[in-house]
């Protein structure tokens, strides 16, 4: 059967794609090999499907190219979907750091995507393998459909058990597109062995600055059975590598802290003194790496200042990952620099598009992925459209 344009994936960047290009006029046809569209979408945000951010801007976004994101997010933006949400009457909420939520249910996302799929008269097909993609005269064949244009929207490896696989890069392999290594993002980090108090404390979490990369972010971290999560680690594990230092600070103007409770509490420890600021298992756990025995009244300047040294830059040094079962999204994927900002169309492949996870573009925490999805399933669901008239 023949068709303007086939999309591969049916999650946010893929329905997207192909709610633009049908509305449009372009004849779609969306293959998904889950049973189910919108599965991640389905699962995101506590099952409340953290939208969109107020504060998107490509700033937020990490690539090898950092200006690619600007085109697309700045043809759509966080307010062009927002637009569409209230336009299906789907209520809704901002959290911390400008970030979206549903009132209801992530399911309304998902409903809202394939009613826009149904008013451009879309074709999906679930449960569908792809097998092997087809590309003679111009013209792209897979499962039986064919089309002058193929839309690549089949996400990153993350979540696995999800579906999510890396089939995205072993089509840019057929193509000849460059792949920029993928690695599990926004995911927790695991310590080892010596970093065992940390761990022995699972389940305590803090306000914190977290540092990695060159880069910090001021949300809470969570200590793990494993190591490190919570908002402030999965947001610096985006920009952190193997080898590198990840540092904390739990308490900010530590010294000046320490220096009060000497005046307060000079028979008291310094377990003590932490405990009136930091969760009780942190402050004994802190007041350990410290290793600062006395009474306050006999802990001298100095101690105090190296104490509090620790406790703005606590600093430990992951083994690794929890891996792609953990990440919420996956860093790396398709080389920029094979496509263009504005269609998402590979350079060297006319007809070939790749849009969302699957590119080497990674949101931040809290909505940023999904704009990227939007945005960059408009780029290439307009230029798709465009190429028929």
């Not at 189910?36 to 998107?56: E, H, P």
């Not at 993928?182 to 065992?196: G, I, N």
Request: proline share 5%; net charge neutral.
């Amino acid at each position: 059967m023949d068709y303007d344009a086939i999309v591969l994936g049916a999650g946010g960047a893929g329905l997207m794609a192909a709610a633009t290009a049908g509305q449009a006029g372009a004849r779609v046809l969306v293959l998904d090999h889950a049973d189910r569209a919108g599965k991640k979408i389905l699962i995101s945000g506590g099952g409340r499907c953290n939208f969109t951010n107020t504060g998107t801007e490509p700033e937020c976004f990490l690539s090898e190219n950092p200006h690619f994101a600007k085109s697309a997010l700045a043809r759509y933006t966080q307010w062009d979907f927002l637009a569409l949400v209230e336009k299906h009457g789907i209520a809704w909420h901002e959290k911390t750091l400008g970030q979206l939520f549903c009132d209801g249910s992530a399911r309304q996302i998902v409903a809202m995507l394939l009613a826009e799929c149904a008013a451009g008269g879309v074709e999906i097909r679930l449960a569908t393998p792809i097998g092997e993609i087809g590309h003679a005269d111009g013209r792209f064949r897979v499962a039986g459909a064919e089309a002058p244009a193929l839309i690549v929207a089949t996400g990153g490896p993350s979540i696995p058990k999800m579906g999510a696989t890396g089939v995205a890069y072993d089509i840019a392999r057929r193509f000849g597109l460059p792949v920029v290594p993928p690695r599990p993002a926004l995911v927790p980090l695991t310590l080892s062995e010596a970093e065992m108090p940390f761990r022995a404390i699972s389940g305590v979490a803090c306000p914190a600055v977290a540092r990695a990369g060159g880069m910090s972010f001021a949300e809470a971290a969570l200590f793990t059975h494993k190591g490190l999560s919570g908002p402030a680690i999965l947001q610096v594990s985006s920009y952190w590598r193997p080898g590198e230092p990840v540092s904390l600070t739990v308490l900010p103007n530590a010294l000046e802290a320490l220096r009060d409770a000497r005046r307060r509490l000079p028979r008291a420890r310094l377990k003590t003194a932490l405990a009136e600021r930091l969760p009780a298992r942190l402050a004994e756990a802190l007041a350990g790496r410290i290793g600062l025995e006395t009474e306050l009244a006999n802990a001298s300047d100095a101690d105090l200042a190296r104490a509090a040294e620790l406790l703005e830059a606590l600093t430990f040094h992951p083994t690794g990952t929890e891996g792609y079962a953990k990440a919420e999204v996956t860093a790396g994927g398709i080389d920029t620099a094979a496509l263009s900002s504005r269609t998402m169309e590979a350079r060297a492949v006319p007809g070939l598009h790749v849009v969302g996870e699957a590119v080497d573009v990674t949101g931040w925490l809290g909505g940023y992925n999904f704009q990227w999805a939007w945005a960059s399933g408009v780029a290439a669901g307009a230029a798709v459209a465009a190429a028929r008239r």
